[in-house]
């Protein structure tokens, strides 16, 4: 209350305050001054009745000046805050008004920066999407034509029979069957990941034992393993690690973890899963050693149709849609946890971090 009335007195923070002492001010300087006028000049030219005319209309006229002169920052930052507007409306929205002043008039310029500041950020979160929705549609163009591309040309030879013996024709079928498969798994991530964009996803959350789901994950998990050269070692506790979660959208993004560990690990190799539990949150780890990264590749992981090259993939995995890693950080932070990756030299480390229920 006292810093309130302080405020008001010394006119600092308060607009109605600065207007009454400026009022007052003009009062007293407009007597004084016509006062001063009317003793050393109007009273020695002129007759009593138009004396008193006289003297009323100058100190009518000082009061106007006064009053003006002592506005006149008052409007000025009015004028600004104008102008200001006039920029913004215009569309610059990177345009700010001066915060100069602690009254009403500056809280309402700061609060005019910060809507600009919004209107900002709300526009080029448009153009990113806008960006996005049209790299989406090139990436998936792409993608969807390569293997559609290949299927064509198969049934085309089969169709005209262009096949020396049955074992050719047989691979022809074989190749065109793995395709669709290819084009499949590619339609399941687009679809999975645009569910998972959109603001409007819902999740069905339900408490689950996290260790028991690992233990049956990994066991599904060996034969496909093994079947490449690798083995799976495991640090998890018996312990039950009650965790509320959307179980089939967890197991997508922990299976596509487990994948791409698969995918990029050195043959014959090696995938360790461990699990800790630190006070009120657990940490999945997934480790494998595969081919080493550039920094840039390392930064990029976690980006849609972001792929390693080619080149550096396993020759007996399918080439993925580059939406995997993708869809797991949507998937965890849709848990509101985080997901991150450890790499040194070769060595890669991805992490899963989610609340205990």
């Keep these: 209350m006292r810093n309130k009335l302080w405020g008001f007195i010394n006119g600092r923070t308060s607009l109605r305050s600065q207007l009454l002492w400026t009022f007052v001010l003009t009062l007293m300087l407009s007597l004084i001054s016509s006062s001063l006028l009317n003793n050393w000049v109007i009273s020695y030219l002129l007759p009593d009745l138009s004396y008193k005319i006289i003297s009323l209309i100058v100190y009518f006229m000082l009061f106007i000046s006064f009053f003006f002169l002592l506005t006149r920052h008052i409007v000025r930052y009015f004028n600004a805050i104008t102008d200001g507007l006039k920029h913004i409306a215009s569309g610059n929205l990177s345009y700010r008004l001066p915060t100069s002043r602690y009254d009403e008039l500056g809280l309402v310029a700061q609060n005019i920066n910060e809507m600009a500041e919004r209107l900002q950020q709300q526009a080029e979160r448009e153009r990113q999407q806008e960006k996005s929705k049209m790299e989406l549609i090139t990436h998936v163009s792409h993608d969807l034509r390569t293997p559609l591309t290949s299927i064509m040309g198969y049934l085309d030879l089969l169709r005209t029979r262009t096949f020396k013996d049955e ?22 991530d687009l679809f999975e990941y645009t569910r998972l964009t959109n603001e409007d996803v819902q999740l069905s959350f339900q408490e689950v ?19 490449h050269e690798i083995s799976i070692s495991k640090n998890i506790s018996g ?62 992981l976690f980006e849609r149709f972001f792929r390693i090259e080619p080149s550096q993939l396993d020759k007996h995995m399918p080439s993925g849609s580059g939406l995997g890693l993708s869809i797991a950080r949507n998937i965890v932070e849709l848990h509101a946890g985080r997901i991150w990756l450890e790499y040194e030299e070769g060595h890669y480390r991805f992490a899963i971090e989610l609340p205990l229920s």
């Excluded at 069957?177 to 798994?185: A, E, V, W």
């Excluded at 260790?211 to 994950?217: G, T």
């Design 167 to 188: 074992k050719e024709q047989e691979r022809y079928i074989e190749n065109s069957f793995n395709k669709t498969q290819q084009l499949k798994r590619l339609i399941d």
């Design 239 to 300: 312990l039950p690690v009650l965790i509320r979660m959307d179980i089939e959208k967890m197991v997508r993004a922990i299976d596509n973890l487990l994948m791409n560990a698969l995918k990029f690990s050195v043959k014959p190799g090696e995938i360790k899963l461990q699990l800790l539990v630190k006070e009120k949150r657990i940490i999945l780890f997934i480790e494998n050693d595969g081919l080493p990264i550039t920094q840039e590749q390392e930064v990029q």
């Design 209 to 227: 034992n996290f260790s028991s789901l690992l233990e049956q994950m990994i066991a599904e998990f060996e034969p496909v393993a093994k079947e």
